[in-house]
């Protein structure tokens, strides 16, 4: 079945360390995004990627980075200079046209202590 | 910038009975989608319901509907005969129109969540 996969699920840190959160499609999407949800602010868009190579950040885009090697993939690092890296994040992607709905991963949960 | 607002941050509903979760946005453009989403408790993002600007009737599926009120920037979602299973945070959210990238973004409300007693 096409779906997006997000790894892991569950994702612990300790304070200054990087860590990369894994989003893969197996939709031929072209354009894939990355969203930050936090209690009470609903989603907000960290970075997106139409095109292999190339990306665009979001409106929340510091302390984070992103590479799109492959259609396929857009992992995302969380850096040590996100100041408050503890939130859930979701992936997304589109077929990039017009009449196009967003299809999501399941998330990952990360926690930093 | 489109800004979308989720004023309930909770409601709550009696099983069959029917409620109105409400949204309201802003834009300067003429034409764009609106969307409901639904996030149970396993966290998937679940595409409800969607309506395109430029059409004026009302978006239905099933037991839920909206009610957008595009002068007002008002888009509300209706459900009707609530079940246990809609139990949820719904979000409310805009799309810009066009093709390409940057118009698959995605400016989400704060979200509301949804109590459905047996």
């Known amino acids: 079945d096409g779906g997006i996969t997000q790894s892991p699920k569950y994702l612990f840190r300790k304070e200054g360390q990087n860590v990369t959160l894994s989003c893969e499609q197996n939709?031929?999407?072209?354009?894939m995004y990355w969203y930050r949800q936090d209690p009470g602010q609903g989603l907000r868009l960290i970075y997106y990627s139409q095109i292999v190579n190339d990306f665009q950040k979001g409106d929340i885009a510091e302390g984070y980075s992103v590479s799109r090697e492959k259609k396929e993939s857009f992992p995302l690092t969380v850096t040590s200079a996100q100041k408050n890296p503890t939130a859930f994040y979701l992936c997304?992607?589109?077929?990039?046209?017009?009449?196009?709905?967003?299809?999501f991963g399941q998330g990952t949960r990360l926690t930093v202590v | 910038a489109q800004t979308v607002t989720q004023s309930q941050p909770e409601m709550s509903v009696q099983e069959a009975e029917t409620v109105t979760l409400s949204c309201t946005y802003d834009?300067?453009?003429?034409?764009?989608?609106l969307f409901w989403y639904k996030q149970p408790p396993s966290r998937q993002m679940i595409l409800v319901i969607r309506q395109e600007a430029y059409k004026q009737q009302n978006a239905t599926e099933n037991r839920f509907s909206v009610n957008f009120q595009k002068a007002a920037k008002s888009f509300s979602l209706k459900i009707s005969d609530s079940q246990l299973g809609d139990a949820a945070m719904y979000f409310c959210?805009?799309?810009?129109w066009g093709s390409g990238t940057s118009y698959g973004k995605l400016t989400f409300g704060q979200g509301t969540i949804l109590t459905v007693h047996p």
């Open positions: 939709l031929n999407h072209d354009a």
């Open positions: 959210a805009y799309r810009r």
């Open positions: 997304a992607s589109t077929a990039g046209d017009m009449n196009t709905e967003a299809f």
């Open positions: 834009t300067s453009e003429s034409d764009y989608y």
